[in-house]
């Protein structure tokens, strides 16, 4: 391999820095029409009636679309795609009409002019561990069991020489994107072609046709460019079927973008988890019980499961162990994947208090860690593919400069400042789908290699280039990369951080294909070239003899500053063991975003679901606070090589989510040394802190 492994520079990169890169919204097509959504203002309850007449009175209004006149579509696998087919208000924010006009400002005022008028019922948005609907559902979202037990972990748990028994809560995330989620839709006879911002737009293609009723070739689902997505458009969302009615209604080209303070209650966010985590160890360190008890919640509309209880079946060696989701149904907007789903806020909390057990035990809390590595996959008895946590926290270890630390909170301070150090370990499962790819040679040399990957800003593009170019054993600059289009070969999302491995592997297939059909090859190619296909299977989990996960090992230094109760990361190191890296370049920018992301849940990001009107207070970014520039001064990362033959052609793990598993479990240690305190809820505002 030559262009695999090394720092190839994103293919679309220079279209991104000058702005000529064209995002689902700017499509500017002849005669386009902009909709602007109109949200419930009640929680829960029942539209009696909207009045359009104002808004249709406003020069420039074209149509207001609500469930009345709005086009009847086939029920969507996915509920929260039913926008404007019936009257139930499922939640705040849940769209009741639609305004199409010519122009953004003119779709604003109309929406702002119509009248909706609701029937209330009393809400409940509140998550509390006792609440009495709460329930264990039988699987999580179609992947795993609600819970799992093994031996008598109360038990044990109660018999345990050092036992932690804590409760961490992670609030409310939102994904937030940069690129608002967006759609253009256009018609051309009973053809529907749309722009949408999507993490998969075969997915969404299948969505639509099925709504519409239209066969898949009638439908064609573009996303050249995205700008982000972190799960949230890792599904369809409501834009692009508003969208596509609203063309249908109309006539016309028509461009829907969810406004950002639209975005906390429509496209999905990470539900609040209450993470009750019980560590019974003997003396020596050694686990004996581990439970992970998760209560979270869904909301009316679907059950959407933030399983984050799923690390404790991976991590650690216990014999008593339990994991347990459960979830209560309230009136609340329908939580979905955010990056790390799971992970993120289970390893926050596990990671958390394996901290609290390290500090019980008078241990190192890396000793601890590796004191309790298992053998195989404790929840499976599975053995692991490749397993290099500890190499991770060794090496972590090495280029913090843990050495020497002194264990002991608040010894290291300058005039209101404290400073403390911490550690957390990371996880993420290995995933790959199905998909296909095809490669084409053409006569001038070139090769022109197909899929239907979506670049949200990974750079997607770019390594499955370097794939197909080792594939083929050509240089790089003539492997011609398309991707972003449901006119390409079928694809699975960006998203689980499978992508890479699943497009690649397609790739590979389809052009280590092609290039059998081209060695000895006598005669020229004729003028459309030669073309060979893939379509690839991907393992799925339950097939797998392996157990099969990245890990890492997160490193932070906080300041914590006694007056103000500012919390501020000095350094974030992240050493991680994700089998083959195929692009430094790319894949260092993932494990940073990821990264800094963990940071911002640290931190600074944070929802609250206001118990009276049933919406989230921080709809927006000023409210809702992403980390910028200045919160992150120094962020490394770094990787080991991994070997691992039992993943893919590529040997690849998938880097997309690793980054934030465990970095706000760092940084909430690092903050208990520093301080000697333990906050047990995310953020760390100063309000908390102080
Ligand atoms: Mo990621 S939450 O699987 O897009």
Redesign the pocket.
């Known amino acids: 391999m030559t262009a695999v492994g090394t720092p190839a520079e994103r293919r679309e990169g220079r279209e991104k820095v000058t702005g000529t890169a064209r995002y689902a919204a700017e499509e500017h097509l002849p005669g386009r029409l902009f909709a602007r959504p109109v949200p419930a203002a009640t929680a829960r309850g029942r539209v009696t009636d909207v009045d359009v007449s104002a808004a249709l009175a406003l020069p420039g209004v074209v149509a207001v679309l609500t469930h009345e006149n709005a086009p009847r579509l086939a029920a969507p696998d996915d509920p929260t795609l039913a926008v404007l087919q019936d009257p139930e208000v499922p939640h705040r924010g849940w769209f009741t009409a639609l305004v199409v006009a010519d122009s953004l400002e003119t779709a604003r005022a109309g929406a702002a002019a119509v009248r909706v008028t609701c029937a209330e019922e009393e809400h409940d948005v509140t998550l509390a561990a006792d609440h009495p609907r709460a329930y264990v559902p039988e699987t999580i979202n179609g992947s795993f069991p609600g819970a799992r037990e093994q031996g008598d972990p109360d038990g044990a748990f109660t018999g345990a020489e050092v036992r932690v028994d804590v409760v961490y809560r992670v609030p409310p995330l939102h994904?937030h994107p940069m690129e608002p989620h967006a759609s253009t839709a256009h018609w051309d006879g009973e053809r529907l072609t749309v722009h949408t911002s999507s993490?998969g737009t075969t997915a969404v293609r299948a969505a639509l046709g099925r709504m519409f009723g239209l066969p898949k070739e009638r439908i064609t689902v573009v996303a050249e460019h995205v700008g982000g997505?972190?799960?949230?458009?890792?599904t369809p969302r409501p834009d692009v079927v508003l969208a596509s009615m609203a063309a249908w209604h109309t006539g016309r080209p028509v461009t829907v973008v969810v406004p950002r303070r639209m975005m906390p209650t429509t496209v999905g966010h990470r539900a609040a988890t209450l993470n009750r985590l019980r560590l019974g160890a003997d003396a020596g360190g050694r686990l004996t019980s581990l439970a992970h008890e998760v209560t979270t919640y869904s909301s009316r509309v679907k059950e959407f499961v933030e399983y984050a209880g799923i690390p404790a079946r991976v991590m650690y060696a216990a014999p008593h162990r339990s994991s347990v989701h459960r979830v209560v149904r309230l009136d609340v907007p329908t939580p979905s994947?955010?990056?790390?789903?799971g992970e993120a806020p289970g390893m926050y909390a596990l990671e958390s208090a394996m901290d609290e057990l390290a500090e019980a035990l008078g241990m190192d809390p890396i000793e601890v860690r590796i004191l309790n590595e298992p053998r195989t996959e404790p929840d499976s008895g599975k053995p692991f593919s490749s397993r290099h946590l500890v190499e991770c926290l060794r090496e972590g270890a090495r280029r913090f400069g843990w050495a020497g630390r002194d264990p002991r909170p608040r010894t290291r301070s300058a005039g209101p400042l404290l400073f403390g150090t911490g550690v957390a370990a990371a996880t993420y499962p290995v995933q790959v789908y199905p998909s296909s790819a095809a490669a084409r040679a053409l006569p001038d040399g070139s090769f022109l290699v197909e899929v239907n990957a979506a670049d949200?800003g990974t750079g997607a593009r770019t390594v499955l280039a370097q794939i197909g170019a080792d594939a083929l054993g050509v240089p790089l600059e003539r492997v011609v990369i398309r991707v972003g289009s449901s006119d390409l070969p079928a694809a699975p999302?960006?998203?689980?951080?499978?992508g890479t491995a699943s497009w690649g592997w397609a790739v590979h297939e389809a052009c280590a294909r092609l290039r059998g059909q081209l060695a000895g090859r006598q005669s020229p190619l004729p003028a459309e070239g030669l073309q060979a296909r893939a379509d690839t299977a991907g393992v799925a989990d339950a097939e797998s003899p392996f157990a099969r996960h990245a890990f890492g090992a997160h490193f932070a230094e906080v300041s914590v500053d006694t007056v103000t109760g500012e919390v501020r990361v000095r350094r974030l190191l992240g050493v991680y063991a994700a089998g083959r890296i195929l692009n430094p370049r790319t894949a260092r920018s993932q494990f940073v975003g990821g990264m800094t992301m963990g940071l911002g849940m640290a931190l600074t990001e944070g929802s609250t679901l206001d118990a009276a009107f049933g919406d989230f207070a921080e709809s927006d970014l000023a409210s809702y606070h992403v980390p910028a520039h200045a919160d992150v001064p120094d962020v490394e990362a770094h990787w080991i090589e991994e070997d691992d033959p039992h993943l893919n052609p590529l040997g690849g793990k998938g880097i997309?989510?690793i980054g934030i598993v465990g970095t706000a479990a760092a940084v909430g240690n690092a903050v208990h040394h520093a301080t000697g305190i333990r906050f047990r809820e995310l953020p760390l505002t100063p309000d908390r802190v102080l």
């Open positions: 994904n993490q997505g972190f799960g949230s458009k890792g994947w955010m990056r790390a789903p949200i999302l960006a998203g689980g951080s499978s997309g989510e």
